[in-house]
C-alpha cells in the first residue's frame, strides 16, 4: 500500500482532500446565503453510503469529462499509429531544435490567452498532446511540457477575461457585465503571463545547462552533479501516446493529416467562443439558423444528417455553445477520415482506441476524485457558513481573498462558489461588486495552481507522472508573487 501511494501520490492528495471535506461536514453545520442574510442549518453529516452514492452520481454528472479524456486517449493512439503523424511531429520538433524557448512562450501564451476567453478550458487540452509529442522529440523534459502546456491553461484560468466559465457567472449572479473591468483584467492575464515566463525560460536555461554539463563533466564529483541538476530529473523522451506504427502503412503523406489537423482545430476553437454572447457576434448564430431551416423536398436534410436541434432532445447548437460532447464527436470523425485516407484496417483502428483507453485510463479516474471533491463541497455546503465566520458586513480585500482562496480548495468549477455565495455579496457588497468579482475570478486561479480540486492540474500532472512534491517546489514562488499582485491590483485598481 505504501508503494502503491509513493507511485500515485496524486489519488492520495485528492483522496485526503475528500477526507477532511466528509470531516468538516461532522463539525460544521451547513449554512446558505438568503437574501443576503446568513441562514444556519443543521449538521448534515456524510455517511458511508453518501460517499459511494454521491460518488456514483458523480460520475453520472460529469460524464462528458471522463467520455472526453477516454476520447482524447483514442485520438492520440490512433494518430500515433500513423506514419505521417510520427514525419510531421518529428519535422516540426527538428526545426525548433535551438528555439526551443521562444516556441515555448509562444505556445504558452495561445494556449493562456486562449484558456482566458472560451467557454470551455478543457476542451484545449485536445490539443496539448500532439504539443507534447513534438516538444518531447525536441527534448524538452517533463516539467518544461506540463508548465508549457496544462501550466498555460491555468494561467489563462487565472487572467480570465471574458470566459463564460468564469466571468459568465459572475453577470448572472452579480449583475456584472462581460466587459466591466475588462483592462484590468487584461493587464492581470499580462502580469501573470510575463512572470509565469520568466519562470518557465529560467528553467529551461538552468535545465539545458544542467544537462550540458553533465554531459562535458563526468569528472565532477556526485554532489557537484547533483547541485547544477536541481529539479532536472532523467527522463526519457517517449509521451504517453508512444508510436505504434504498422510496418505495412508506408503511406507517410502528411497532406491529407494537415488538412484535417487544420479543419479540426478550427472547429474546436471556433466552437467555443462566446462570439455572440461577448463579442456580439452573430454570423454562426445566422449559419446555424440557415442549416436548421435548409430545406430539400420539403425536409431539414441537414438537420437530420448532423443532428437534432429540439430543445428536449437538442445534439446540435451554434459555435459559442458548444459542450464537452461536441469536441468529442469531431474527435472520432476526424480519426474516421484519416482512416479512410491512410488505408487503416478497421481492426487496427479499434485496436488504437482500445489502448489509447488503457493508458488515459488512470486520467479519468483523477478527474473524477476532483470532480468528486466539488460534488461534496456543493451538496454539504459548509462553506457558507466558514464564509460567515470570516466576512464581515463592510468589503474587505483581504478577508474576501481568504474566503475565495478556501472555496477555491474545494471548487473544481468556480461557478459553484458564486452560487454559494453569490446572493450575500450581491447585496452586502453592492457597491464593490467590480472588486469581488476580481478576487474571487483570481483567487480561484490561484488556488487552482496547487489545489486536487483543480482537475486540469491533477489531469496534466498524471499525464506526465510528475510529483506533486516537484510541481510545488516549481510554482510555490510564483504563486507567492502572484498573491501579492492580486492584492495589488485590488488595493490601487478598486
Not at 475570478?441 to 510528475?466: K, N, W
Amino acid at each position: 500500500m505504501k508503494k502503491f501511494f509513493e507511485k500515485h501520490d496524486l489519488i492520495k492528495i485528492a483522496l485526503g482532500m475528500i477526507l477532511l471535506t466528509v470531516i468538516l461536514t461532522w463539525i460544521i453545520p451547513q449554512g446558505d446565503f438568503s437574501s443576503g442574510e446568513f441562514v444556519k442549518g443543521e449538521i448534515s453529516r456524510i455517511g458511508i453510503f453518501d460517499l459511494f452514492t454521491y460518488g456514483l452520481l458523480g460520475i453520472y454528472y460529469f460524464t462528458a469529462v471522463a467520455t472526453f479524456i477516454f476520447v482524447l486517449g483514442g485520438f492520440y493512439q490512433f494518430l500515433s499509429s500513423l506514419g505521417a503523424y510520427q514525419k510531421l511531429t518529428s519535422s516540426i520538433a527538428n526545426k525548433i531544435k535551438g528555439k526551443e524557448i521562444i516556441f515555448s512562450v509562444i505556445i504558452s501564451f495561445v494556449l493562456a490567452a486562449l484558456a482566458s476567453i472560451i467557454n470551455e478550458q478543457f476542451v484545449l487540452v485536445a490539443f496539448i498532446p500532439f504539443i507534447i509529442t513534438i516538444m518531447r522529440k525536441a527534448g524538452l523534459n517533463k516539467i518544461t511540457s506540463f508548465v508549457t502546456t496544462f501550466g498555460s491553461l491555468l494561467v489563462g484560468v487565472l487572467g480570465a477575461t471574458v470566459t463564460t466559465k468564469l466571468t459568465g457567472i459572475n453577470y448572472q449572479m452579480l449583475g456584472m457585465e462581460y466587459v466591466d473591468s475588462i483592462w484590468i483584467k487584461i493587464g492581470f492575464f499580462a502580469v501573470a503571463f510575463v512572470v509565469y515566463s520568466i519562470f518557465n525560460v529560467l528553467y529551461i536555461k538552468k535545465s539545458k545547462n544542467a544537462t550540458s554539463v553533465k554531459k562535458v563533466s563526468k569528472t565532477k564529483s556526485k554532489s557537484s552533479a547533483k547541485k547544477d541538476e536541481v529539479l532536472v530529473k532523467e527522463d526519457n523522451n517517449d509521451d504517453l501516446f508512444s508510436a505504434n506504427i504498422e510496418n505495412g502503412n508506408a503511406k507517410h503523406d502528411t497532406l491529407p493529416l494537415i488538412i484535417v489537423g487544420i479543419i479540426t482545430i478550427l472547429v474546436l476553437i471556433l466552437a467555443y467562443i462566446p462570439w455572440e454572447t461577448v463579442f456580439g457576434v452573430d454570423w454562426f448564430t445566422k449559419a446555424f439558423d440557415w442549416v436548421c431551416e435548409f430545406k430539400l423536398f420539403g425536409k431539414n436534410v441537414l438537420q437530420f444528417i448532423l443532428g437534432s436541434v429540439d430543445d428536449k432532445y437538442r445534439t446540435l447548437s451554434a459555435f459559442g455553445s458548444w459542450d464537452l460532447f461536441g469536441a468529442q464527436v469531431v474527435m472520432l470523425v476526424s480519426t474516421i477520415i484519416l482512416q479512410l485516407c491512410y488505408k487503416k484496417s478497421v481492426d487496427s483502428y479499434i485496436e488504437s482506441f482500445k489502448i489509447g483507453f488503457s493508458k488515459v485510463s488512470k486520467l479519468v479516474v483523477i478527474a473524477l476524485l476532483s470532480y468528486l471533491l466539488l460534488e461534496f463541497s456543493y451538496m454539504f455546503p459548509v462553506i457558507p457558513t466558514i464564509a460567515n465566520s470570516i466576512l464581515g458586513s463592510k468589503f474587505n480585500v483581504f478577508t474576501l481573498l481568504l474566503v475565495g482562496i478556501i472555496c477555491g480548495l474545494f471548487m473544481t468549477e468556480h461557478q459553484y462558489s458564486v452560487i454559494l455565495l453569490g446572493g450575500y455579496f450581491a447585496t452586502a457588497y453592492a457597491s464593490n461588486l467590480s472588486a469581488v468579482s476580481f478576487l474571487l475570478q483570481t483567487s480561484y486561479g490561484l488556488v487552482s495552481f496547487l489545489t486536487p480540486a483543480s482537475a486540469l492540474l491533477l489531469v496534466g500532472l498524471s499525464y506526465f507522472e510528475i510529483p506533486y512534491k516537484d510541481w510545488f517546489k516549481y510554482i510555490w514562488k510564483f504563486f507567492i508573487l502572484m498573491l501579492i499582485a492580486i492584492i495589488l491590483f485590488a488595493l490601487i485598481l478598486f
